[in-house]
């Protein structure tokens, strides 16, 4: 896909701050830290309209970001080692379910996770959260330039088996360094833009 035009639309706490247009929307999920950021600046094409930071927990809202006009990436607060109390967390948990579970316009969630590291309890229960719920998933193992290309199959086998993935999610290896992975993801994203 060719993105002319980005931009973040609003950071919301709650429903009625939501774009109200019918506009699909994927969002974007992950621990702290994973990526989400530098995924939609990779995909497209900014270097950081979606700010990034080595701080876990850096994302507290909602934040929507409109591309050319037709659809939104909405990148939500990761979880995991963010430090910040028990209630904010809580408080995090509370907004993103009520995002994902009563938003209309959300048509899939891509689901952030570091190649380097067997996906985490929490991967796996937000992945389980997804299918639960009947919310389409795919699948984005990050940080695919951090390991020797000889080992992505054996690190996408972890994933998989971890995750207990079904065989018709996608599961895509990707760099937001070099830009691996990057159309793989466009096409995965495609079938939910219309």
């Given at each position: 896909?060719?993105v002319?035009?980005?931009?973040i639309v609003?950071s919301?706490?709650k ?8 506009f ?5 999920a992950?621990?702290s ?35 050319n006009?037709?659809?939104?990436f ?7 080692f963010?430090?910040v ?6 408080k ?13 316009q ?5 689901l ?9 309890s929490d ?7 997804l ?5 389409p998933a795919v ?13 992505w ?12 993935m079904?065989?018709?999610d ?6 937001a360094e ?6 793989d993801?466009?096409s995965?994203i ?5």
């Open positions: 896909m060719k002319t035009k980005a931009e609003i919301a706490v429903s009625d701050q939501y774009p109200s247009t019918d699909p929307e994927i969002a974007l992950g621990r830290n994973v990526g989400k950021s530098s995924f939609i600046n990779k995909m497209i094409n900014r270097k950081n309209l979606a700010r990034t930071s080595s701080k876990p927990g850096k994302t507290q809202t909602l934040n929507f970001y409109l591309i006009d037709q659809f939104y909405v990148d939500v607060p990761g979880y995991g963010a430090k109390s028990k209630r904010e967390r809580e995090w948990g509370k907004m993103i379910e009520a995002y994902l579970l009563k938003r209309e959300l048509k899939a969630c891509i952030i996770i570091d190649i380097r590291h067997a996906p985490t991967d796996v229960m937000m992945y389980e959260f299918k639960y719920h009947g919310i699948i984005v193992a990050t940080k695919a330039d951090k390991i020797p290309k000889g080992k199959q054996k690190h996408l086998k972890v994933v998989k088996e971890t995750l207990k079904e065989k018709n996608p599961l895509i290896l990707f760099s070099t830009g691996y992975g990057k159309e993801a466009w995965a495609y079938p939910f833009l219309s």
